[in-house]
C-alpha cells in the first residue's frame, strides 16, 4: 500500500519539479528579455532602453524628439532636461530641450 503511494507519487513529484523550474527559467528569460522601468511621465512600464513609454513619446513634439534621438555630448543634457520639465509638471507638448 505504501510502496504504491510512494510509486504513484514519485512521477507526480518529478512533473512538479520540472514545472517550477520551466516557470523559474521562463520568468528569468523575460527579465532580461523586457527589462522595464516607469515612464517618467505616466508610470507606464516601458523598456528601461527608451526614455518615454511609445504614448508619452508620440505626444512629444517631433523637434524635441529629434533633440532627445540625437547621441552626442550632449544627449545626457538633455535628458536631464526633460525629466526636470515632466517633473516640473510641464505638459509633454509644451517640452523643449537643447537643440
Ligand atoms: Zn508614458
Not at 35 to 46: F, N
Not at 56 to 80: F, H, Q, V, Y
Request: hydrophobic share 45%; with cysteine; aromatic share 4%.
Amino acid at each position: 500500500m505504501i510502496s504504491a503511494l510512494v510509486g504513484a507519487a514519485c512521477p507526480l513529484i518529478f512533473a512538479v519539479a520540472v514545472l517550477a523550474i520551466c516557470a523559474l527559467l521562463h520568468r528569468d528569460r523575460r527579465r532580461t528579455a523586457m527589462a522595464t522601468t516607469p515612464c517618467r511621465s505616466c508610470r507606464t512600464p516601458k523598456p528601461s532602453r527608451i526614455y518615454l513609454c511609445a504614448g508619452c513619446w508620440a505626444a512629444l513634439t517631433a523637434e524635441t524628439r529629434r533633440s532627445l534621438n540625437r547621441r552626442d555630448s550632449k544627449a545626457l543634457a538633455r535628458l536631464r532636461e526633460l525629466h526636470q520639465q515632466i517633473d516640473a509638471g510641464v505638459p509633454l507638448a509644451e517640452i523643449g530641450v537643447t537643440p
